[in-house]
């Protein structure tokens, strides 16, 4: 069984076809969060999500935002005039999917959550000093974040059990003896240095989680966000992946 992972598509549908295209066959997808926010196709996005095969998905920090559950106040400027346009063009339909995803859920050996097992919605797990503390908070051997936009691996080193991470590059495979803590990247707003969607593919019977990275027409994408009237940095920063 082959599992897609993805994670913070961002409203970006030109990086999600690439990233489908990439990752194809699959069975199942699981999907971490921020599914619309920044980027110019919102439904194009949730809609193309929700035709997915065996599709499990979950809620981030600016589905909140832009559906009103979470204020914006955290975010800057540019990101709150986003998520209000954003607000503006999501169709009823689509509007009411998001609202109702979870926050947290548990499906087979792993825990799904946006940001962190611990607090689901806005904590980054960017260190191993707070992936320490979130290894107590899930069961499951594994737990799949995003919100980040970093593909990483936190997992325990032998022989101490310290808890140490790996930055994942393309076509690496990591094989999952142990607790994990992994994280896809980001399908539509990467910012690992790296321009090129990234995307996981979790092989549970083979016991292994494999990054990859995908080119797609960023200048495309640019041209419509500033069309859309969406801030530009939105745009600039696809360039650099930063
Ligand atoms: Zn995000």
Request: aromatic share 8%; glycine share 6%; hydrophobic share 40%.
């Amino acid at each position: 069984m082959r599992i897609l992972v993805i994670s913070d598509v961002h409203a970006n549908l030109t990086a999600l076809e690439a990233v489908l295209i990439s990752a194809d066959p699959f069975d199942a997808v699981w999907c971490l969060g921020d599914l619309v926010d920044y980027g110019p196709d919102p439904n194009e996005c949730v809609e193309r999500i929700r035709s997915l095969p065996n599709l499990t998905c979950i809620i981030g920090n600016h589905e909140a935002a832009v559906l009103g559950m979470l204020p914006d106040e955290s975010f800057n400027s540019d990101a709150r005039k986003s998520a209000r346009w954003t607000h503006l063009h999501l169709n009823e339909s689509n509007r009411e999917y998001l609202l109702n995803l979870p926050e947290c859920l548990t499906i087979d050996i792993a825990t799904l959550a946006h940001g962190s097992p611990r607090f689901p919605i806005w904590e980054y797990i960017l260190d191993t000093w707070t992936a320490t503390e979130n290894f107590e908070s899930f069961n499951t051997q594994l737990c799949l974040v995003g919100h980040s936009h970093i593909p990483v691996a936190f997992f325990s080193s032998e022989p101490d059990g310290e808890i140490v991470w790996s930055l994942l590059k393309h076509e690496s495979i990591l094989q999952l003896d142990g607790r994990a803590i992994l994280n896809p990247g980001s399908v539509g707003q990467p910012r690992d240095g790296d321009p090129r969607a990234s995307y996981a593919i979790f092989e549970p019977e083979k016991n292994t989680w494999q990054n990859f990275r995908v080119d797609y027409d960023i200048k495309g994408v640019q041209k419509r966000i500033i069309k859309a009237g969406l801030p530009r940095n939105h745009a600039i920063r696809l360039a650099s992946g930063a």
